[in-house]
């Protein structure tokens, strides 16, 4: 099925590489030609494991191409997906400019019957908002169904998610839109959920709203726990082994971040309130996660009531491992409150490039983790990153001026650490 893909940016990217894979062939277009540029020539602009090698492998095979031309793009593909971004306002509801943008673009240039399918996380009543924008904007009077599908991608495994997803929610009114898609998506091995566009909407939204609250949820457990002495992992195991629980997004630490959570919860939260169905609960998610960095940094200045001039390494800048995405991230709440403390910060990330507004701001890069370490005061890991489970921390011992490790995702073995001579704390733990 020849399919096109509106929005070059994580998600779109992600889904047409998957979708080629599975035989499809796919067009992708976007209006910045950079974007555009970089993939045509094979090169992943954002780092997001084994999707790069699949990238390259789909644009030899021709089942891949990019284009940043929407007449052609919209006339010679029957599929239309939109994934461009959805960011927050300063009120909490989502901008929907470049969904209207796309609407308006599909509008204009279709010239046959088409099958449009809304992949960005959109407000409740968004998808039945894109069939009238294409509608107000088209001359052509061929018929298309608009088809909401939510994405369910997790940065740091997103390829996996997308050629084996846990489930397909498709919302739609067109029992053909229904069978065109779940012929798209043929190859894959899990449920297939048909609802109305505006389920499937909230569908996403309560999804990751949930997830948010697990974490908040073992967050302030944690916080419980350091008070009586607990390790909240054996909290967090012995909980996750109910399968009416389970321990996924049970780990205690900094809170979440990222381009997900923070927006969806924030986009939630300000429909509820908009409708006079205030969200009690995933208010106090979003206090307690906005709170979490606070908690952490007064753990650390109970061991140093002043920081001032001490020479503090952060290892981890990503909001999570195995990517480079750095919105939202606590590692630059951190850092805020170290620099107002009047701290030297060095940080150290495997693949984040500290952005210049902090290096103008004192904050220094330093990228070989020894190096880094050398000479500090304290340490503070931001970041679960394997690798700073697998350094050798006895080296680090030596290195070090201070022997104290403020551990914010809970990644090290605490005995472990405490026998090189280490001051360990963690998040809920003694």
């Not at 909407?201 to 908040?216: Q, R």
């Not at 969806?264 to 906005?290: F, Q, S």
Request: hydrophobic letters at 40%.
């Amino acid at each position: 099925m020849k399919i096109l893909i509106i929005g070059m940016g994580y998600v779109g990217t992600t889904m047409g590489v998957a979708l080629a894979n599975t035989g499809h062939e796919v067009s992708g277009l976007d209006v910045d030609k950079a974007k555009i540029e970089s993939l045509t020539k094979g090169i992943l602009y954002f780092h997001e494991p084994a999707l790069q090698e699949m990238l390259s492998k789909h644009l030899q095979t021709k089942r891949l191409s990019f284009t940043s031309d929407p007449k052609e793009a919209i006339k010679d593909n029957e599929v239309i997906f939109i994934t461009v971004g959805t960011p927050s306002l300063n009120n909490g509801n989502a901008d929907l400019t470049y969904i209207r943008q796309a609407a308006e673009m599909i509008g204009k240039y279709k010239n046959s019957k088409k099958i449009v399918v809304v992949k960005s996380t959109v407000p409740l009543g968004t998808t039945e908002n894109v069939k009238q924008w294409i509608e107000e904007a088209t001359k052509d009077s061929s018929p298309f169904d608009v088809v909401m599908n939510p994405e369910f991608l997790r940065e740091g495994r997103a390829l996996q998610d997308a050629l084996n997803p846990d489930r397909v929610v498709l919302g739609s009114h067109s029992d053909e839109a229904f069978n065109t898609l779940e012929q798209i998506y043929s190859n894959l091995n899990c449920p297939f959920i048909r609802t109305t566009p505006v389920a499937a909407e909230m569908t996403k939204y309560a999804s990751n709203a949930f997830l948010a609250t697990k974490i908040s949820f073992i967050n302030e457990i944690a916080r419980l726990c350091d008070q009586f002495g607990i390790h909240v992992q054996d909290v967090a195991k012995g909980m996750g082994l109910d399968d009416r629980i389970g321990g996924a997004f049970l780990q205690a630490g900094l809170g979440y971040g990222g381009s997900c959570f923070p927006k969806d919860v924030k986009e939630l939260l300000w429909t509820a309130d908009h409708r006079g169905c205030p969200l009690r609960i995933l208010k106090e998610v979003e206090r307690v996660n906005h709170d979490q960095p606070q908690y952490f940094i007064e753990k650390v200045m109970k061991e140093f009531p002043s920081l001032a001039d001490k020479r503090i390494v952060l290892l981890g800048l990503s909001f999570k491992p195995h990517t480079d995405d750095i919105r939202e991230s606590v590692s630059f709440s951190i850092i805020k409150k170290l620099l107002q403390e009047k701290a030297n910060v060095i940080v150290h990330d495997p693949i984040v490039k500290l952005p210049n507004e902090w290096v103008n701001k004192g904050v220094k890069q330093i990228n070989d983790p020894y190096e880094a370490t050398e000479g500090a005061d304290l340490i503070i890991i931001c970041t679960d990153w394997p690798l700073y489970q697998e350094i050798d921390w006895a080296k680090i011992s030596e290195l070090v001026k201070g022997h104290y490790i403020f551990d914010g995702r809970n990644i090290l073995e605490a005995d472990c650490i405490k026998k090189l001579g280490f001051t360990y704390e963690g998040i809920g733990y003694d």
